[in-house]
């Protein structure tokens, strides 16, 4: 059964940092792509940022420069560092994976997500 499991995250002030955690099992992890994404109340999930299986990187442009991901393959964990953090990055944030191919990748696993909120 595959699982994946965020946390990390919280109510932090704008300027502010956050690292979100993902741990996942019942999947090969480094066969697959990992992505970030969120979704703010009253607004369609977005894309936050994507890290292929070899290492490609991937960011909404609203987030470039301030979010890193990165994935630590002999842990099943993926991450998000989140800098500079702004009231609009207010959202729930969900881990997801999925194998990518021909440049598309197929989220079929999916976190619960965790909230983030920053105040102004």
């Known amino acids: 059964q595959v699982q994946l499991v965020e946390s990390g995250g919280g109510l932090v002030q704008a300027g502010g940092s956050l690292r979100l955690s993902c741990k996942a099992s019942g999947i090969i992890f480094s066969l697959n792509a990992l992505g970030w994404y969120r979704q703010a109340p009253g607004k369609q999930r977005e894309l936050v940022a994507v890290?292929?299986?070899?290492?490609?990187?991937n960011y909404a442009d609203s987030v470039k420069g301030r979010f890193t991901i990165s994935r630590d393959n002999a842990k099943n964990m993926v991450y998000l560092q989140m800098n500079s953090l702004k009231p609009e990055d207010t959202a729930v944030y969900y881990c997801?994976?999925?194998?990518?191919?021909?440049?598309?990748?197929?989220?079929?696993?999916w976190g619960q997500g965790t909230q983030v909120t920053v105040s102004s």
């Open positions: 890290l292929t299986s070899g290492g490609s990187t």
């Open positions: 997801a994976a999925g194998p990518m191919s021909r440049n598309v990748v197929t989220y079929n696993y």
